[in-house]
């Protein structure tokens, strides 16, 4: 019922597909006989199959026909039989094959198309004549006679082949557009995909590194640990020793004080005077001395080493944090930014300190130099950031309108271009009618949430390229990171729209911590354990206690 795949002839001489003949056989090779399944002639040896040459190249022929049958799908409307169709006639509304197509050329005349079944789409539905014109005005196909007496009298007409010339032209120019937005999306993709390895690579070492600091700390706090019980057990049984011999000289006197209290009975008993007089004295009962010996050998080790078990403690807490501050954090550095007074605004008061800037009612009246803002109450730092981690802080509670960020010391200094976070070379966290938003280039994020602190942390990773902002409120919460590649030193940037901001850290909270006047603060900075006083007593003055901080 199909074409011969394979086909290879039995001795009897009848044909079957290969596999179609090995099939049936191996089901028969239990009975020991193999029959052919047409004429059912009977071979007790498996025959050998033998390829059919001819009919195999014939097979082939209506395998590539089948084939062009499967991709249209088009069969001749004058074969009795399904067979492939070649061409179809626009005028005659019929497909044709190959053998019926040579009789058809002789008539002339008639337009021939690839197959196909929608032959109906191509004739006019008013005047059912051949679309053979483009109306530009309608862009639609039309007839002649649409053209001539139909509605589009008068327009502009061009050949289907010209208009779809200029259309295809079009879609050229727009497959052009989408490649290259393809290729730059495929690049922004890959970009993407490696600062994600990246970031992932860096998220790996770092745990790597805590689970190492981790570890070695647990080691470390064990053998603290293992030393701290040592020597309190040392010390308890030095303290139980100088007990327990006190005590056996104590009962050693009991004993003594015991034979010298029968003897006084004995001579109290006594009715004869002058055996009691010749009796010899039985001494002083109360042994000054002894008493003395003993509180003094008590004194001396009769107690335990309080101290020297704190000193012990106290000096390998510190001898551990100077390996943890050493070994991880040490890296992160909190910035002393000093303002750069020769890039402040003339609107703009710069304290003796370069600590605080405010907004100045009076105009400043500073040389104008290209390094100067012009238009925007803005100051860079005098310090830049080519390498490393470092963060800054600043106190925003002052101002009520205000902006903070980093910028490429090539910002422009004037115009819509000079303003942090609106330029590429510049990012910024602003607020603006109670609105806060942080900005670069043409992103512009609007934060829902308000900040509740009136300090912000602007943290810089310059080999990541990363610039994150952070409300140091409790616990600290990130608002927002930018990531970019940075191709120049980078300056901390501010802008006071209205009374002050000025620039804070963790060195100045640190300082005013140590400069307290706190008893309990001031007792703790003569122990290794003032890490944790210090951290409770910063706290309490709105001093950030995350792992920043605590370095």
Known sequence: MEIYRDPVTLPCGHNFCRGCITQAWDHQEDLQEYKCPDCQQIYRKRPELVRNTSLHNIAEAFHATETDQEQTGVFCNYCDFPVPATKSCLQCETSLCDHHLRKHDRSGGHTLLPPTTDLGKRKCPIHKKILEYYCTEDAACV????????????HKMMSLDEASEEKKKKLRNNLQKLMAETEEAEKRVQSLEERRRKAQENANGETETVTALFKDLRRRLDDLEGRVQSDI???????????????QQLEIKKEELSRKMCDIEELCNMTDPLTVLQESDTGDLCDTEDRERHDKQLHDGGDLDVAGISHTLHTGLSDIMSGVTGGIYIYIQPADILLDVSTASNYLHISDDRKTVSRSEIIQNRPETPERFQYFPQ???????????????????????????????????RGDQSVIGRTSCSWGLCREDNQYVVRHGREEIQLHDKILS?????????EAGQIAFYALCDPIRHLHTFTATFIEPLHAVLCVFSACINISGLFRAVESVLKSSDSSIQSSLCSDCIILDTIRAAEASDFSSDSDSLV
């Open 143 to 154: 007839c002649v006679s649409c053209s001539v007496i139909g509605g589009h009298v008068g």
């Open 233 to 247: 057990i040392r010390q308890a049984e030095r303290v139980s020793q100088s007990y327990n011999d006190v005590i």
């Open 379 to 413: 100051v860079l730092s005098s310090q830049s950031f080519s390498l490393g981690r470092h963060y800054w802080e600043v106190d925003v509670g002052g101002s009520v309108s205000w902006a903070v960020g980093m910028c490429y010391p090539s910002m422009a200094r």
């Open 454 to 462: 009136n300090r912000v942390r602007i943290s810089l990773d310059y």
